[in-house]
């Protein structure tokens, strides 16, 4: 069974950086799908940007687009959202994601994934 944990989280001035990191047990060489969404209190969680942890390729919503880059360390099987130029509206409860399925595509629907870690809070001011 596939645990993610998140970490990284914290209170930034708004401008700060964070780098978050999920690293995903037990080790695996299939390459995935692992993602990135973030639910602020009162909102719908909204995916912030995805990776495809063979092909590295990665994907990023209109928002974060510039300022958020997502990397992977396959060695370690983790996942690491550099996140730049911070803003309020960044902030809210990160979680980590893992599709289903391997064979899944690099969706952003959330539905497509089956694993979540507990989340990291992330609180810009």
């Known amino acids: 069974h596939v645990q993610l944990v998140e970490s990284g989280g914290d209170s930034v001035q708004a401008g700060g950086s964070l780098r978050l990191s999920c690293a995903a047990s037990?080790?695996?060489?299939?390459?995935?799908?692992m993602a990135w969404f973030r639910q602020a209190p009162g909102k719908e969680r909204e995916g912030v940007a995805r990776?495809?942890?063979?092909?590295?390729?990665?994907y990023y919503a209109d928002s974060v687009k510039g300022r958020f880059t997502i990397s992977r360390d396959v060695a370690k099987n983790t996942v690491y959202p550099q996140m730049n130029s911070l803003k309020p509206e960044d902030t809210g409860m990160y979680f980590c994601?893992?599709?289903?399925?391997?064979?899944?595509?690099?969706?952003?629907?959330?539905?497509?994934?089956?694993?979540w870690g507990q989340g990291t809070q992330v609180t810009v001011s």
């Open positions: 994601a893992r599709v289903r399925f391997s064979y899944i595509a690099c969706v952003s629907g959330s539905s497509a994934y089956g694993y």
């Open positions: 037990p080790y695996t060489l299939i390459s995935s799908c």
């Open positions: 990776i495809a942890t063979g092909s590295g390729n990665t």
